[in-house]
């Protein structure tokens, strides 16, 4: 089985001068449970080739090991355009966080076509903190939200207010996931928050991405399970 994973081409952070992106520990320590689980994965992003990374800690073991790798690195350099997803090859999309999806993934028709394409025909979609962000404006065929009804989890307007990112950002995400429908849940700031509805899975903040690409491998095993897959 595979995954798209969607990464974020943006590295400003508002008109702070700060550069952000994709947080790293949102996409390794996810990957690391993928791995494990003997799915493949590919990367997109809005404008193809590299991936701009933030959270760049090598005092994380599985963020050192990521880094120390150069294969790896070369495919967050390489990242598909979204017109060159084949999407009948991917099981599901995950979306890891950071600062940069909350500028460029909504606005992207074809990123929100991809994912709202890949839950309709059976797929599973998943995100994480700031990765919600990629979900607010994705559609079913029929024209509603794919969030709208569903439970939900993501970076909370709490938790942007504990970083001083709430002027910053071009909306709250956690708002916006309400007005788009999505029922949102949530625990205290920056403890891991993970929630499965239907074929979605969602967590709240960096802490939660293990969990949340655990979540999302059981909720393929069943599919694994109909075509032989291990």
Excluded: W
Aim: net charge neutral; hydrophobic share 40%; proline share 5%.
């Amino acid at each position: 089985m595979r995954i798209l994973i969607v990464l974020t081409s943006h590295d400003t952070l508002g008109d702070t001068g700060k550069k952000t992106g994709f947080y790293l520990s949102e996409l390794t320590h996810a990957l690391d449970v993928f791995t494990r689980a003997g799915l493949e994965v590919d990367y997109v992003s809005p404008k193809g080739g590299k991936a701009p990374m933030d959270g760049v800690s090598r005092d994380d073991a599985i963020n050192r090991a990521f880094l120390d790798d150069a294969k790896q690195l070369a495919r967050i350099d390489a990242t598909l355009r979204p017109e060159q997803v084949d999407l009948a090859r991917y099981d599901a999309i995950y979306v890891p966080g950071g600062h940069g999806t909350m500028f460029d993934l909504p606005k992207d028709e074809r990123i929100n076509a991809l994912i709202g394409t890949l839950y309709a025909r059976g797929g599973a979609v998943a995100a994480v903190c700031h990765g919600p962000a990629a979900l607010v404006n994705a559609k079913l065929p029929d024209g509603r939200y794919l969030v709208a009804g569903k439970d939900v989890s993501a970076f909370t307007n709490e938790e942007e207010a504990a970083v001083k990112l709430t002027e910053v950002v071009p909306f709250l995400l956690e708002s916006k996931l309400i007005e788009r429908g999505a029922h949102q849940t949530k625990v205290p700031n920056f403890q891991q928050h993970v929630v499965v509805s239907e074929r979605l899975v969602t967590g709240q903040n960096p802490a939660s991405a293990a969990a949340v690409a655990e979540a999302l491998v059981r909720v393929l095993t069943p599919q694994r399970q109909a075509t032989g897959t291990r």
